[in-house]
């Protein structure tokens, strides 16, 4: 009886995945003034990679008085084949990062997350779409990108979210990034990269609530081959959904400068 069940189980999960699947292929998005899809919304990803991108078992927290608060959940990961694909170098020192990481990663000081680690950060993001640019608006630290689709060029400079031009593939927002200063990590993990990093990120919305975002990390500094995360992102539906103030410099300062304040004589 109980293999019985269990055979009936993994059929309706089968049928469940595919019917989902099929759904996802027959949808129709709503469409913008110029004929391409409205990505407008408040989404959020519902995954595990802000602490760790690769496949990673639950570990405790490296802050002791936060206890289970602050441990990291075990996730299956979101790189495409399960381990990003570093030179012997470049390896070495993501474990010096993971192994210092509350003092290294950026993100702890509130600097700006970069890309894509902004896009899976457990904060919401927000789309506005227009037909000569895409708004990406970011609750952590008020990080905003623009993603040209009109006048577009080279990055003019290097920068925390680099400079990102934009081009529509059928259904598809396609988004190329250069022009990185090198400084951001893409997870809690110490998983990083170099100023030489491309990124491709390819947005496809599947559902009413859901798009389907695929991103690749080209960096030949780091890594000894292109590599691909991809995950659903979902829209916040509440509402009243929207993006709230989250200005954590003010949280850090003392963190950052604390060795600066005069000690009263």
């Known amino acids: 009886m109980q293999m019985r069940l269990t055979f009936i189980t993994l059929v ?12 996802s292929l027959d949808y129709r998005p709503p469409r913008g003034p110029d004929g391409n899809p409205d990505l407008n919304g408040i989404w959020q990803a519902l995954n595990t990679a802000h602490w760790d991108v690769e496949p990673h078992g ?3 927290s490296v802050s002791r008085e936060l206890g289970a608060l ?8 979101v790189v495409d084949r399960g381990a990003i694909p570093y030179s012997s170098e470049a390896l070495a020192r993501r474990n010096e990062n993971r192994a210092d990481r509350l003092a290294l990663d950026p ?5 700006l997350p970069g890309v894509p680690r902004g896009m899976y950060m457990p904060f919401p993001f927000q789309i506005v779409q227009s037909q000569e640019h895409i708004m ?7 990080a905003v990108r623009t993603v040209y689709m009109a006048d577009q060029m080279p990055a003019p400079a290097d920068s925390w979210m680099g400079w990102s031009n934009g081009s529509w593939e059928g259904d598809t927002l396609v988004i190329d990034t250069t022009g990185f200063n090198g400084m951001t990590w893409l997870d809690q993990s110490g998983n990083f990269h170099s100023e030489a990093l491309h990124v491709v990120e ?15 990390l080209e ?13 659903p992102l979902y829209r916040r539906v509440e ?4 993006l709230l103030e989250f200005r954590c410099v003010e949280f850090v300062e003392d963190l950052i400068y604390g060795h600066l304040r005069k000690q009263p004589q």
Not at 136 to 142: D, T, V
Not at 239 to 242: D, E, F, G, L, S
């Open 12 to 23: 309706l999960t089968y049928g469940l995945a595919l019917s989902v699947e099929a759904q």
């Open 58 to 60: 639950a570990a405790p």
């Open 70 to 77: 602050s441990a990291v959940p075990g996730g299956l990961g």
């Open 107 to 111: 993100a702890v000081k509130c600097y």
């Open 136 to 142: 990406i608006l970011h609750e952590f630290a008020g």
């Open 202 to 216: 390819r947005i496809t919305r599947r559902s009413p609530e859901t798009l389907w975002y695929e991103v690749t």
């Open 219 to 231: 960096d030949p500094n780091v890594y000894t081959e292109p590599w691909t995360m991809s995950m």
């Open 239 to 242: 509402p009243n959904a929207q």
